[in-house]
């Protein structure tokens, strides 16, 4: 079905920190999640109010991200800060753990459910797509009580969306809003690269519009995580998107419309991560 009547707007003003009226001493927590595709750095306060935060792409060079992500805070926050604790989470922790001179590193899914904890302690369910991965974890009271991650196959990830979007010419920017204007999303299915890809050269030999094609890309990922990660695990009631493809309004629409399930975006759902280490 056609995915603009399932929401808009979800990823809008999440990403608000605490504003300081003084430039005077700041202590808290540094959070460092180290991904093969993004690096985020947060900044909390002791009351686990996010400070400032960095979105940066790892390109290959970990701590050359780490290094700026720490610099571009500091200069925002202006040097004046004391840093009570540092926390990493994310592939590269141990490495960018040893860097930074980490008082805890921790594993992704204990990171991920920790700031959806804090956010709201009614959360029981998280979907987490990132650049290379994608995540489901199930929530007892803020205690992880299952959980499941897809490494294996691309098709479930942000960098595939962002690979077939360069693919068809059209800005990873724009994909959401082009795939929601969608009337026919195209049934692509839900295998792995080679076939989808197969599938889309065949659609578009045949005329298909982009607009269908990027809503049955966005169906492709929703379905491919919900068979591949999720299988027979049961979603619970409330249920967080995180990860930075949840800046793609036609995924979540794609998760609403499959699941029937009311998804939420979080706040600072793009640096849950880093977050939670914090």
Same mark, same amino acid.
């Given at each position: 079905?056609?995915?603009?009547?399932?929401?808009?707007?979800?990823?809008?003003?999440?990403?608000?920190?605490?504003?300081?009226? $003084? +430039?005077? +001493?700041?202590?808290?927590?540094?959070?460092?999640?180290?991904?093969?595709?993004?690096?985020?750095?947060?900044?909390?306060?002791?009351?686990?109010?996010?400070? =400032?935060? !960095?979105?940066? *792409?790892?390109?290959?060079?970990?701590?050359?991200?780490? *290094?700026?992500?720490?610099?571009?805070?500091?200069? @925002?926050?202006?040097?004046?800060?004391?840093?009570?604790? #540092?926390?990493?989470?994310?592939?590269?922790? $141990?490495?960018?753990? +040893?860097?930074?001179?980490?008082?805890?590193?921790?594993?992704?899914?204990?990171?991920? =459910?920790?700031?959806?904890?804090?956010?709201? @302690?009614? #959360?029981?369910?998280?979907?987490?797509?990132?650049?290379?991965?994608?995540?489901?974890?199930?929530?007892?009271?803020?205690?992880?009580?299952?959980?499941?991650?897809?490494?294996?196959?691309?098709?479930?990830?942000?960098?595939?969306?962002?690979?077939?979007?360069?693919?068809?010419?059209?800005?990873?920017? /724009?994909?959401?809003?082009?795939?929601?204007?969608?009337?026919?999303?195209?049934?692509?299915?839900?295998?792995?690269?080679?076939?989808?890809?197969?599938?889309?050269?065949?659609?578009?030999? *045949?005329?298909?519009?982009? /607009? @269908?094609?990027?809503?049955?890309?966005? $169906?492709?990922?929703?379905?491919?995580?919900?068979?591949? #990660?999720?299988?027979? !695990?049961?979603?619970?009631? !409330?249920?967080?998107?995180?990860?930075?493809?949840? $800046?793609?309004?036609?995924?979540?629409?794609?998760? *609403?419309?499959?699941?029937? !399930?009311?998804? /939420?975006?979080?706040?600072?759902?793009?640096?849950?991560?880093?977050?939670?280490?914090?």
């Amino acid at each position: 079905s056609a995915l603009g009547s399932f929401g808009i707007g979800d990823s809008i003003n999440k990403h608000s920190c605490k504003a300081f009226g $003084y +430039r005077g +001493r700041v202590s808290g927590y540094l959070g460092i999640d180290v991904g093969s595709t993004s690096t985020n750095v947060v900044l909390t306060d002791q009351e686990n109010k996010v400070l =400032a935060y !960095k979105y940066l *792409r790892t390109l290959g060079d970990p701590i050359e991200a780490v *290094r700026s992500g720490l610099s571009e805070i500091s200069r @925002d926050m202006g040097n004046n800060i004391e840093i009570l604790g #540092v926390g990493t989470t994310g592939s590269g922790r $141990y490495l960018a753990g +040893r860097f930074v001179g980490a008082d805890v590193i921790i594993d992704e899914i204990t990171a991920q =459910a920790k700031a959806a904890y804090l956010l709201d @302690d009614e #959360v029981d369910t998280i979907i987490e797509i990132g650049g290379q991965d994608s995540k489901f974890i199930k929530l007892e009271k803020g205690l992880v009580s299952d959980f499941e991650m897809n490494k294996i196959c691309a098709a479930g990830t942000g960098s595939f969306l962002e690979e077939q979007a360069k693919k068809l010419n059209i800005p990873i920017g /724009e994909f959401g809003s082009l795939a929601m204007t969608s009337d026919n999303p195209i049934d692509l299915g839900d295998r792995c690269t080679v076939f989808i890809e197969t599938t889309i050269a065949a659609a578009l030999s *045949r005329g298909a519009k982009l /607009e @269908d094609i990027a809503a049955g890309l966005s $169906y492709s990922i929703v379905k491919n995580y919900l068979n591949k #990660v999720v299988g027979n !695990k049961e979603i619970g009631k !409330k249920v967080f998107f995180q990860g930075g493809v949840a $800046y793609n309004q036609a995924v979540i629409n794609a998760f *609403r419309a499959i699941s029937g !399930k009311r998804i /939420e975006i979080p706040e600072f759902f793009s640096v849950t991560g880093a977050y939670g280490a914090a």
